[in-house]
């Protein structure tokens, strides 16, 4: 029975983690230019400095804010102006809800009261986080429809012909992943921390080495399908057809400008990141730390405090000296005057060198400061900082996934997506839910 703490509890959760997706919005901008440019051979965002730290082109983001903020609210002269404005809000909304139903560590015990890394937790989860994810299209068509162009109008139709083809192989996708995990301990649930503690055991390879019993091991297929699925799901290459500039302007956005275009692209990156919190959580483990479940990491925690410690140490001290030989060797100085690099360096220098000492002073704390015992309370606060960590590795590694593959492969033709969501994807999901119940009863 929760109680008023509870509640408060929930509410701040719920607040840090919608402030936390929105957060990285900027950031994953930043880095899809500083990959594609790597990735083109380009220099990437270099200009936009403030008092002349550029912060490796960070600093370009946030002038787009700015301008994004300053421009003319246009609206169409035969628009429908109410339907027109709600339209972004309606697909930012089930983009930031979904987020609060997603675990990032198990629970741990303080005190009398059991902490939960989960915003809210919901009964049936996935079916939650299914339901609530499934409302973005109808701000897509509103937005087209309202905007009275046919470009917008298109774009819109292309959308809702889109996700309602891809949600279907991404549900059957799932499907699979509850055949094998939905009962763990003699308890079914659709709750996602039930989904991945399920994950949490291993399987051995004709008795020569074990694996994570991750989905992506014993649903290979599930995890290829649910990956593409997500992908059209949010409309990113090569499945961007809704807003395909080079037919459609820009599709359902295309008498968007301001900050209500601005919601559409946050929109689009917050659902980014939410559909790789659940290519993690359902086919990766979630926050379960390969070959080491909760109850392992909590009784040694010691270890895992030197590990986490070292492995801190490790990272600052390689940041410090690749910031110091960025300073250094910086060839591309445009749009800093010479004086202004004079005044600027010698406190990026000393920035450096702090960042490279507070890594060095980790490794010595890992090295000598970290007790040999901790109390049970402590254990589970480390196991916890090390589920996290765990959690967020994967998620980065599958927000570089989503920009790797925009910026190498080509769009498809509209008919070609249609004919991999209906001819391709779709059958092979029922042939694997097929093949997974054959499997199930035989062994």
């Known amino acids: 029975m929760m109680d008023g703490i509870d509640y408060l509890l929930m509410a701040i959760k719920v607040v840090v983690v919608v402030m936390a997706f929105v957060s990285l919005v900027p950031v994953l901008v930043w880095l899809e230019r500083r990959a594609s440019a790597l990735m083109q051979d380009r220099l990437g965002p270099n200009r936009t400095h403030v008092f002349g730290f550029k912060a490796f ?17 246009f609206v169409p002269a035969k628009a429908d102006r109410l339907l027109y404005a709600i339209g972004p809000f309606m697909v930012l909304v089930p983009a930031v809800v979904v987020p609060i139903a997603i675990p990032f560590a198990d629970s741990i015990r303080l005190g009398a009261r059991e902490f939960s890394f989960q915003a809210a937790n919901v009964d049936g989860g996935l079916l939650f986080v299914f339901a609530i ?14 905007s009275n162009n046919k470009f917008s109008m298109l774009g819109a139709m292309r959308s809702s012909a889109q996700m309602v083809s891809y949600e279907i192989s991404m549900g059957l996708a799932v499907v699979g992943v509850l055949m094998l995990f939905g009962t763990y301990q003699g308890v079914s649930s659709f709750e996602l921390n039930h989904l991945i503690r399920a994950q949490g055991e291993t399987i051995s390879i004709f008795g020569l080495f074990t694996l994570p019993k991750w989905g992506v091991f014993v649903q290979p297929l599930g995890f290829l399908l649910f990956l593409a699925a997500s992908y059209a799901e949010t409309n990113r290459l090569p499945f961007d057809m809704p807003e395909d500039e080079s037919a459609l302007v820009a599709g359902y956005h295309t008498e968007y ?7 559409f692209f946050m929109s689009e990156y917050v659902a980014m990141v939410t559909a790789s919190c659940l290519v993690v959580a359902l086919f990766f483990g979630g926050w379960q730390v390969p070959w080491a479940p909760t109850d392992v990491l909590r009784a040694n925690a010691p ?16 940041t410090g000296l690749l910031f110091w030989h960025l300073v250094t060797n910086e060839i591309y100085a445009y749009g800093i005057s010479p004086a ?14 702090g960042i490279g000492l507070a890594g060095l002073a980790m ?33 980065g590694f599958f927000l570089f996934l989503y920009i790797w593959v ?16 209906w001819k391709v994807m779709l059958p092979l999901a029922l042939v694997n839910i097929l093949v997974t119940g054959f499997v199930g009863l035989a062994f």
């Open 133 to 146: 994810a499934s409302l973005g299209v109808y701000g897509l068509i509103l937005s087209g429809w309202s």
């Open 406 to 421: 925009r910026w190498t492969l080509p769009r498809f033709r509209y008919d070609q997506v249609m004919r991999l969501g």
């Open 57 to 73: 082109g960070i600093i370009q983001a946030v002038a787009d804010v700015a301008k994004l903020l300053l421009k003319e609210d």
């Open 257 to 263: 400008g301001g900050m209500k275009f601005a919601v």
């Open 363 to 395: 490794l010595a704390a890992a090295a000598f400061a970290v007790p040999t015992s901790m109390s049970a309370q402590a254990g589970q606060i480390v196991a916890a900082i090390a589920q996290l960590g765990a959690f967020v590795m994967k998620l």
């Open 340 to 353: 202004i690099r004079r005044m600027t360096d010698p406190i990026k220098k000393i920035g450096s060198i």
């Open 303 to 318: 270890l895992v405090a030197r590990i986490l410690l070292a492995g801190a140490g490790v990272a600052a001290v390689g």
